[in-house]
T-cell receptor, first 109, second 113 residues
């Protein structure tokens, strides 16, 4: 079975502070990991995926297979980063996306 | 290019009523999904269709049925709505292969009273 854990329901930071949204997963094979973001009253959209190893809107995430983690980081938070963030996993073969429960990020001025 | 389109956007039902949520995608994707989003629960998969002509249960299928009408359309039906089905429903689609992105509709906010 595949499982995604996001331990924080809410993360509140001030503008300019570093941000780390935690994601841990459980999967025996080789997973694909994603971060999706949902801004207020908008649809979910892909933020980044581990295979791309890219930085989107200043966010990065590194897959750590030893710690089974895929934490999302940004060195300097902006107010427009306020949103709900979901970590998601897809297993090998044909597999559906399994989402964590989400972390609400609030960035205050 | 509309992507994934869901109808309706909002709906209020009385307990016991039935309704169908419609979803269509114009990206020629093989796979389509229905999720529900509840506070503190994240997104949970209701049903999915890996390819045209197939459907499978997800994590929370009870009380729902689906139809993959063709490659573009995937509908979700509530036969007898219950207050526990009050939620925001999202349809999504993807190519279904490894490393491919899932695209989401704008959601349907359903309230069952």
């Amino acid at each position: 079975a595949q499982r995604v854990t996001q331990p924080e329901k809410l993360l509140s930071v001030f503008k300019g502070a570093p941000v780390e949204l935690k994601c841990n997963y459980s999967y025996s094979g080789s997973p694909e990991l994603f971060w999706y973001v949902q801004y207020s009253r908008q649809r979910l959209q892909l933020l980044l995926r581990h295979i791309s190893r890219e930085s989107i809107k200043g966010f990065t995430a590194d897959l750590n297979k030893g710690e089974t983690s895929f934490h999302l980081k940004k060195p300097f938070a902006q107010e427009e980063d306020s949103a709900m963030y979901y970590c998601a996993l897809r297993g090998s073969g044909y597999s559906t996306l399994t989402f964590g429960k989400g972390t609400m990020l609030l960035v205050s001025p | 290019n509309a992507g994934v389109t869901q109808t309706p956007k909002f709906q209020v039902l009385k307990t016991g009523q039935s309704m169908t949520l419609q979803c269509a995608q114009d990206m020629n994707h093989n796979s389509m999904y229905w999720y529900r989003q509840d506070p503190g629960m994240g997104l949970r998969l209701i049903y999915y269709s890996a390819s045209e002509g197939t459907t499978d249960k997800g994590e929370v299928p009870n009380g729902y049925n689906v139809s993959r009408l063709n490659k573009r359309e995937f509908s979700l039906r509530l036969e007898s709505a219950a207050p526990s089905q009050t939620s925001v429903y999202f349809c999504a689609s993807s190519e279904g292969y490894r490393n491919t992105e899932a695209f989401f509709g704008q959601g349907t906010r359903l309230t069952v009273v």
